[in-house]
């Protein structure tokens, strides 16, 4: 049973920065692809961004480029995002995915909430 759970989340000023975590078991992590979405309640779940099985290749929306990076642990069996320069537009659940080919998995999500 492949298992993803998100921590890190947080209050935190404008300005601000918080790194979410990603603790992934049950499946071997080094063949997972990474991902990090975030939901504002009323709207569509969106990404953030991606990185690669190798870690080579990493995929950011443009909202975030600059601002966070997504890395990845394969001794930890952990995926991270790095967040910086928070706005107060940033809030949202965020949730990590776990993707193997056709297969993925999600997390239960971890609030992130950015206000003075």
């Known amino acids: 049973q492949v298992q993803v759970v998100e921590s890190g989340g947080g209050l935190v000023q404008p300005g601000g920065s918080l790194t979410l975590s990603c603790v992934v078991s049950?499946?071997?992590?080094?063949?997972?692809?990474m991902s990090w979405f975030r939901q504002v309640s009323g709207k569509d779940r969106e990404l953030v961004a991606g990185?690669?099985?190798?870690?080579?290749?990493?995929t950011y929306a443009d909202f975030v480029k600059g601002r966070f990076t997504i890395s990845r642990d394969n001794v930890k069996n952990t995926a991270y995002l790095q967040m910086s320069n928070l706005k107060p537009e940033d809030a949202a659940v965020y949730y990590c995915?776990?993707?193997?080919?056709?297969?993925?998995?999600w997390g239960q999500g971890t609030q992130v909430t950015v206000t003075s």
């Open positions: 995915k776990a993707t193997w080919g056709t297969e993925y998995w």
């Open positions: 049950g499946f071997t992590f080094r063949d997972l692809a």
């Open positions: 990185l690669s099985i190798r870690g080579d290749r990493t």
